[in-house]
């Protein structure tokens, strides 16, 4: 069977990127082309830059593979799927009206909420009728004689545009497990980022496995075991995951959280990630023990990214900083987990605290309470294939109704990948980043003119929103200085382009989490082409990521080839 369509393939107003409201630029020699800017995606960075470039005067086109816009929030419909990080760090803040608007019903929304707030803002500001769905994008290619653009989509159907800005997210494509006869199972078999719109109820009562134990599926773990009669997680690689502490936000909270918005926007532009949690400046050794122990049940009393995100500056590149806090957690998980066996084989022992990304839970470990909840660990005991009727391992076969696979993406590059980029002299993006992701500030690549990416490789991925209107706002502020200028051409020059993945990789020095193995080091053992481990985001801090492009953008963009 085919598993519902995943892949086999195994502001401040002072920082350049800050919108510049008002600016009514009309494209020079743009009226042979169908539009000025076509952009690939209807997620929350294809709906800012479609309200940017309309906001500007230029024609843009949205092209949507998915029917609707939301594009994560769109597609990651699985049980228990929510925000980790606040609800109202997580808005965008270029609309007023929209923070005056929009409320806010849980400090962590769900899903369906998040996804209402993204129709909420395509509504809000007619965004839909410039976008087109059901449309999956297949090849882009430079014009070199008209400096354009030529998008083809899967029927055939061709765009013209003198831009291309890609919102294609960074964990968009999914990836089945390599496991042999992933097709041959003959129950409902669900990637959970492929979630059907008809599996309501399809899980109650009835013997489900699910295969991995990343952010996605411990969330869904969390809320399917309360209605499935039996529940078999198959672990590869446990995470370090602690309690998000989500509660509703009452009306009271709503109004006191909207006449906050300027300090939290103020918090996540000063903070490393854009995040409202600030780390603390101290290191773990500044402090004694009973201090630290202190210092951590303080944390790990707060909701949300808290205790990975305001702990000591030195957890994420001292080993034996890192060491402690590991085993602060793992004592946590040791108190929740009733059967001493299976909290040991929910502790990871490969990696560090925080050296993945850290998915936060609630009720993760109690799941494992349960008498109807087995976990297995694959490294014990090897999935063989998967059967008709369910999982075999080496210890047996295990008997399924549905199996959710669970088993995360072809990270970053996997979108660019399904899409036959082809730059000057017909260059092909994948033989570009062949050897290494090459960008220039993550949002543009030598030999690939007028076209920009949101969201791209080498970019901030913290706090996605925040990122997202950094980076719409200085590729706008670009284009619409293109326009006043009378420019058809922009390209980042190789030299640059250089220099800047040498800064990346610096940035990346010392950083634990980059000597694991991780969707963030471009590791997935399920694709079948060949990817070598790379930095595929930019590690430093969020600030300095912010003054290097306004330090390009103050220069009149003098690092690129501009004709
Ligand atoms: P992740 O974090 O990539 O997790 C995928 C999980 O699936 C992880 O536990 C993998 O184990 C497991 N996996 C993948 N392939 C296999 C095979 N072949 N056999 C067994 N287990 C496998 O994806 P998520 O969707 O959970 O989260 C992605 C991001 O979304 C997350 O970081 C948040 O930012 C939101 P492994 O660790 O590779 O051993």
């Known amino acids: 069977m085919t598993v519902n369509g995943a892949s086999t393939t195994n502001g401040s107003a002072t920082t350049n ?46 092209i949507e593979a998915g029917s609707g816009e939301g594009g994560t929030w769109f597609w990651n419909r699985y049980p228990g799927a929510r925000f980790d990080s606040e609800s109202y760090s997580y808005i965008f803040s270029f609309s007023q009206e929209v923070l005056d608007e929009w409320d806010w019903s849980e400090h962590f929304s769900s899903q369906p909420e998040t996804l209402r707030y993204c129709q909420f803002l395509a509504k809000k500001f007619d ?26 989509d899967e029927t055939g159907a061709q765009y013209t545009s003198r831009y291309l800005i890609t919102c294609m997210g960074i964990l968009n494509e999914p990836t089945l497990p390599n496991i042999p006869g992933v097709h041959n199972f003959k129950g409902d078999a669900f990637h959970t980022a492929r979630w059907p719109s008809d599996a309501a109820g399809k899980l109650d009562g009835k013997r489900v496995g699910i295969i991995g134990t990343g952010a996605t599926a411990i969330q869904t773990i969390q809320e399917i075991v309360k209605t499935v009669g039996s529940l078999a997680v ?37 903070s490393y990630a854009g995040f409202i949690h600030l780390s603390d400046t101290r290191s773990t050794f500044d402090l004694t023990h009973e201090e630290r122990e202190a210092f951590w049940e303080e944390i790990y009393a707060k909701p949300g990214f808290s205790k990975y995100l305001s702990n000591f500056r ?92 669970a088993t995360g993406f072809d990270a970053v590059t996997g979108s660019f990948r399904a899409v036959d980029f082809q730059g000057k002299d017909g260059l092909k993006l994948t033989d570009q980043w062949s050897e290494s992701i090459q960008t220039y500030l993550g949002l543009t690549v030598n030999s690939f003119p007028n076209m920009f990416m949101v969201m791209g490789p080498h970019q901030m ?82 600030p300095g990521y912010r003054k290097k492009c306004d330090d390009v953008a103050s220069r009149k963009y003098s690092d690129f080839t501009i004709l």
């Open 127 to 152: 965004l839909k009728r410039d976008m087109k769905f059901n449309t999956r994008v297949k090849s882009a290619h430079f014009q070199q004689t008209s400096n354009s653009w030529l998008t083809t």
């Open 314 to 405: 030195d957890i994420g590149t001292d080993r034996k900083a890192n060491t402690l806090y590991s085993n602060f957690i793992a004592k946590k998980i040791r108190e929740r987990v009733n059967d001493p066996e299976v909290a040991e084989k929910l502790i990871p022992k490969n990696h560090g605290f925080g050296t993945r990304r850290v998915p936060l839970e609630s009720g993760y470990y109690e799941a494992f309470n349960k008498p109807n909840v087995q976990l297995v660990d694959i490294n014990e005991n090897p999935i063989e294939r998967i059967t008709e009727k369910g999982i075999m391992t080496k210890d047996g076969e295990l008997e399924f109704d549905v199996i959710i696979y």
């Open 461 to 542: 991925f913290g706090n996605i929103p925040r990122s997202i209107e950094y980076a719409v706002n200085w590729i706008s502020n670009l284009i619409g200085y293109a326009a006043e200028n009378n420019i058809t051409y922009i390209e980042a020059t190789p030299q640059k382009m250089d220099q800047w993945g040498d800064h990346v990789n610096e940035c990346a020095v010392g950083l634990l989490a980059n000597e694991v193995d991780s969707w963030m080091t471009g590791v997935n053992k399920n694709l079948s082409h060949k990817q070598k481990r790379s930095i595929a985001r930019y590690n430093g801090p969020a």
């Open 234 to 270: 198959f672990q590869r690689t446990p995470n370090w995951t602690c309690p998000l502490r989500n509660t509703k936000i009452s009306t009271k909270e709503m109004k006191e959280i909207r006449e906050s918005y300027p300090e939290i926007f103020q918090k996540c532009l000063d």
């Open 17 to 62: 990127g800050s919108a510049t409201n008002g600016a009514k630029p009309s494209m020079p020699g743009n009226k042979d082309l169908d539009y000025d800017v076509l952009i690939i995606g209807a997620g929350l960075s294809g709906i800012y830059s479609l309200y940017r470039m309309r906001q500007m005067g230029l024609r843009a086109k949205v």
